[in-house]
């Protein structure tokens, strides 16, 4: 399978750095639908929207994923639209409905990312409960399997802890399936993946670290007698050299918002020692990793463009299927790579399907 790319919709302002250095990057409808026109023209396959509804590090405007997405689908003809939901803010009947709509609208281009919630302060300002961590996935893995059957069975009655459906019917149903992805890296949130997930994205890390996320999330999906696909999370900085490409680099890092920076740190760092592990996503990310909220500098597709489509390439040999993307300046930065950087990747996956296998 060829590798797909999909791009972080900013949705929400600020970018997608916690940083104050200058960037042509816009979060309103106009700036998104103008984005996703050149995404689609540039190569790329996919867009996921974020779910933020209240500020957290400095993002103070925020556009709704699902809302958005909605829109985005009358103004796109290829690209398929990752709306991120946060259970407990939304029950799923709902979502399957809202999801369904924007397959009707876009010809079957409708997706979904199931976020547990690490935010404590959106669940405490809308006066909704707080649930322990594994609460959370297993609301979660529920919330997905209500989904599912809404969009597959006649009538549906669910009888969980969480949510209880009671013979309810769903049509239309989606002209195409639209697959669920999420994200998360404790033990409970890729158990989930493996059991009811289509998509386990990954935040930043090394090739080792991936690999071995990969390798466990395949054997547990196994077990269940599933398969699924894998999804990594980059910032990518593509310059003629790599010292041009190092340089924007250390001045986002020399802008970077010290006060919303940590209270990113202290809101993972919360929710992720509430899991038996103790720790999350961000347990051993620096004061830098976290200047990019989901590690995107991590995964090192900082460069030429030669060497990003190289370093693409080794994700590929390791077992990654998707590389989610985040840029400084989207109004450039979205064509630049699909003219100076897919090309390539195309190039050399095709001499590396050209290989026999040993």
Do not use: C
């Amino acid at each position: 399978m060829s590798l797909k790319f999909a791009y972080w919709v900013p949705n929400v302002s600020g970018g997608l750095v916690i940083s104050k250095i200058p960037q042509k990057t816009g979060w309103s409808f106009e700036d998104n639908a103008a984005y996703a026109k050149l995404a689609e023209e540039a190569g790329f396959e996919f867009a996921l929207l974020q779910t933020r509804f209240i500020a957290s590090y400095g993002a103070e405007n925020q556009l709704e994923a699902i809302s958005l997405a909605s829109a985005l689908a009358a103004v796109t003809t290829k690209l398929k639209l990752i709306a991120a939901v946060l259970p407990g803010l939304w029950h799923p009947g709902t979502i399957a409905k809202a999801i369904t709509t924007i397959d009707q609208i876009s010809g079957g281009r409708a997706a979904v990312n199931i976020v547990s919630g690490w935010f404590k302060g959106e669940f405490y300002g809308f006066g909704e409960p707080w649930l322990d961590h594994n609460e959370r996935y297993r609301r979660s893995e529920e919330f997905i399997r209500v989904l599912k059957e809404l969009w597959n069975q006649e009538a549906t009655t669910f009888r969980g802890d969480f949510y209880r459906i009671n013979e309810a019917p769903h049509k239309p149903k989606p002209l195409v399936q639209p697959p669920v992805f999420q994200g998360g890296n404790s033990a409970a949130a890729r158990a989930m993946a493996a059991r009811v997930s289509d998509w386990y994205f990954m935040n930043g890390n090394t090739l080792e670290g991936f690999r071995a996320q990969i390798e466990e999330v395949k054997a547990l999906a196994a077990v269940e007698g599933r398969s699924l696909s894998f999804g990594v999370n980059a910032f990518v900085i593509v310059r003629d050299t790599e010292e041009e490409a190092r340089q924007v680099l250390r001045e986002i890092i020399s802008h970077a918002d010290p006060e919303a920076v940590e209270g990113f740190r202290s809101q993972v760092q919360f929710a992720g020692k509430a899991s038996p592990e103790r720790e999350g996503m961000w347990a051993d990310s620096n004061f830098e990793d976290l200047v990019q909220y989901n590690d995107g500098f991590k995964t090192g597709l900082i460069g030429t463009p030669e060497q990003v489509a190289d370093r693409i390439i080794e994700l590929k040999k390791i077992g990654v299927d998707l590389i989610l993307t985040g840029f400084l300046h989207y109004d450039e930065e979205i064509k630049a790579f699909g003219d100076k950087v897919i090309p390539l990747v195309r190039e050399k996956e095709a001499l590396l399907n050209a290989v026999p296998a040993n």
